[in-house]
């Protein structure tokens, strides 16, 4: 969680929304990425969906059966339905997200087998997001 944390941190200093996100196999990083919605003008560049993009790029496949995602920001809706396509088995995640998350629509956007960890670093997590927001209002 700590190097997703990091991830966060790269993307608040180039002034995208900080959430980071990677996957893992073990102790072996398959994929990682943080938000880049504004560089790429692409709306679907959540950390979530770069890293589970590159983990499956360095499997060769499309499911990330065995893997865990590691995040800081309670995915949303676009990015609970890539993790039930890719049948991930763990999502960490850090802070919630009331007004975007997932959870807002249920449990069952994620792959039935997927266990869900919450609360891992959350207080840096949203204290990021938040200073973000702050600095971006002013």
């Not at 207080?123 to 600095?135: G, P, Y």
Request: aromatic share 8%; charged share 20%; with cysteine.
């Amino acid at each position: 969680m700590q190097e997703a944390y990091r991830l966060a941190q790269e993307a608040y200093a180039v002034g995208e929304i900080p959430v980071g996100a990677l996957v893992t196999h073990g102790e072996r990083i398959l994929g990682k990425g943080y938000n880049q919605t504004e560089r790429l003008q692409d709306v679907t560049a959540h950390a979530e969906m770069l890293a589970i993009t590159a983990a499956a790029d360095h499997l060769g496949a499309k499911y990330l059966k065995n893997c865990t995602l590691y995040v800081t920001l309670e995915p949303c809706v676009m990015c609970a339905g890539a993790l039930n396509w890719s049948q991930i088995s763990r999502v960490v995640m850090g802070a919630t997200d009331e007004k975007r998350g997932f959870r807002r629509y249920g449990m069952n956007l994620l792959h039935p087998k997927t266990i869900l960890i919450e609360g891992i670093m959350a207080e840096e997590s949203k204290a990021l997001l938040q200073n973000f927001f702050s600095k971006l209002r002013t």
